[in-house]
């Protein structure tokens, strides 16, 4: 079974993250397969919409901790990072229909998106701070361009944001069919006057992501230092053991 999945719909493709088991966590396996997706939806120059889905329950809960890189500097900047940037600085429009619960960089993947649609029960999980890390994949950035100062107690301290208080500060938009609606929205998007929609795309790059790539580089930094202290790596231990860590501010 591919761990991603493409269906072909003409000028509009849908990317599919399929590991339901594992309520889509990004192994190592589905981020280089999600990033090959990527590259040869943006080298087609017949597509014009991507939608960005999960299989089953959840959207993404992010990395598979059980494939975490020791150098989690690295880790970003080879194996999540090239899958942002293929989407933000793509011309072409990519929506994110989130079915389910988003988690860590599946939050990223959500928000990096042009457009995000969002089930109503969906929620968006800061969950770093439980294994002794800082949110990395670009979502400091993004959430608090977005958002404002809304959600700065929980990119701080961790913790949950529902899919209503995205809506209520514009970041998605509720629809009972994520992917229905984004499949619909995909359509008008392909027959409209596409120059200019990828236009818009660049100048709101231009307002928001202007700075991006010193952001990542500052967030690899800070991640790769995180990821060789002791609480990071009881934080890991905790994980896989399915037991509460024991964290010392180490």
Do not use: W
């Amino acid at each position: 079974m591919a761990v991603v999945e493409v269906q072909d719909l003409g000028p509009v493709s849908v990317i599919t993250l399929n590991r339901p088991e594992k309520l889509n966590a990004m192994n190592l396996e589905l981020r280089s397969e999600l990033g090959r997706a990527i590259r040869e939806f943006n080298a087609n120059q017949g597509k014009r919409v991507a939608v960005i889905t999960g299989a089953g329950r959840a959207f993404s809960v992010g990395a598979d901790i059980a494939s975490v890189s020791e150098d989690l500097t690295e880790d970003l900047r080879i194996s999540f990072y090239p899958i942002y940037r293929e989407i933000r600085f793509s011309p072409k429009i990519f929506i994110s229909a989130v079915n389910g619960v988003a988690a860590g960089a599946g939050i990223s993947l959500s928000l990096v998106c042009d457009l995000r649609l969002a089930s109503k029960n969906a929620k968006f999980v800061t969950a770093f701070h439980g294994i002794g890390l800082a949110p990395d994949t670009g979502l400091t950035l993004m959430l608090a361009r977005m958002g404002g100062s809304r959600f700065l107690e929980r990119l701080l301290l961790g913790g949950e944001i529902t899919a209503q208080e995205m809506a209520e500060v514009g970041i998605v938009r509720l629809t009972d069919d994520p992917l229905g609606e984004a499949l619909k929205l995909s359509e008008g998007i392909s027959k409209g006057p596409f120059k200019a929609y990828s236009a818009s795309k660049r100048l709101i790059n231009r307002a928001i992501f202007f700075d991006i790539e010193e952001y990542l580089e500052y967030e690899s930094a800070m991640q790769g230092f995180l990821g060789k202290t002791r609480d990071f790596k009881e934080g890991v231990k905790a994980f896989l053991e399915k037991r509460k860590p024991e964290f010392r501010g180490e």
